[in-house]
Nanobody, 128 residues
Framework: QVQLVESGGGLVKPGGSLILSCSAS????????MAWFRQAPGKEREFVAA????????YYADSVKGRFTISRDSAKATVYLQVNSLKPEDTAVYYC?????????????????????WGQGTQVTVSS
């Protein structure tokens, strides 16, 4: 079995920042793509950010580009999402995902069906 555990969510004011973490156990995902998705109440789950197995390539949704940063620490089997300049519309449950398959092109990183394992989610609420 494998498990992904997110942490770092919470209640923040608009303009605030958080660091979300996702730790993998049971299997080493250090060499595989990992991503963050989010889902707000009444909305479909949407792509947020992804990183390649090496961490050398990153991908972001247009809505978060320039504000969010994804990174990974392979030695710790952990992926992070630094979220800055938070807006109320960023309020959602944030999910960590990992894939055991290497993509054949960069477009695969944006697809939820590409990822094999998902965490339980961590709530981010942006409100004054």
């Amino acid at each position: 079995q494998v498990q992904l555990v997110e942490s770092g969510g919470g209640l923040v004011k608009p303009g605030g920042s958080l660091i979300l973490s996702c730790s993998a156990s049971g299997h080493t995902f250090s060499r595989y793509p990992m991503a963050w998705f989010r889902q707000a109440p009444g909305k479909e789950r949407e792509f947020v950010a992804a990183t390649s197995w090496s961490g050398g390539s990153t991908y972001y949704a247009d809505s978060v580009k320039g504000r969010f940063t994804i990174s990974r620490d392979s030695a710790k089997a952990t992926v992070y999402l630094q979220v800055n300049s938070l807006k109320p519309e960023d309020t959602a449950v944030y999910y960590c995902a990992a894939s055991l398959i290497q993509p054949v092109s960069g477009s695969y990183y944006f697809r939820s069906e590409f990822y094999n394992y998902w965490g339980q989610g961590t709530q981010v609420t942006v409100s004054s």
